[in-house]
């Protein structure tokens, strides 16, 4: 079993920034691929972005590219992911997700409880 713990949304104005943060409670964190996936009201949940578990590797949602920034922690069993020049549109509960598998692609087997962030125009 693995959990997971979002932190660090909020309500910001359009343009401004968050960074959101998920601790996971796993020994075996650095060896797994991680992700961020969004829904927002009414819609379906949809990926973010994801970061491989070595690291280098990261993708993103075309929505997000040039915006966001995803990085991790292995020392602290942690994710991040920085989100600046916010839109109206980016208003979701954020979700942070893995595999729990040991070296493999990314994939939402396992998800957090979310966290809310609200974006005003």
């Known amino acids: 079993q693995v959990q997971l713990v979002e932190s660090g949304g909020g309500l910001v104005q359009a343009g401004g920034s968050l960074r959101l943060a998920c601790a996971a409670s796993?020994?075996?964190?650095?060896?797994?691929?991680m992700g961020w996936s969004r829904q927002a009201p009414g819609k379906e949940r949809e990926f973010v972005a994801s970061?491989?578990?070595?690291?280098?590797?990261?993708f993103y949602a075309d929505s997000v590219k040039g915006r966001f920034t995803i990085s991790r922690d292995n020392g602290k069993n942690t994710i991040y992911l920085q989100m600046n020049n916010l839109k109206p549109e980016d208003t979701a509960v954020y979700y942070c997700?893995?595999?729990?598998?040991?070296?493999?692609?990314?994939?939402?087997?396992?998800w957090g409880q979310g966290t809310q962030v609200t974006v005003s125009s």
């Open positions: 997700a893995t595999s729990g598998k040991a070296y493999s692609d990314y994939s939402g087997d396992y």
């Open positions: 796993t020994r075996a964190f650095s060896r797994y691929s």
């Open positions: 970061i491989t578990w070595y690291g280098d590797g990261t």
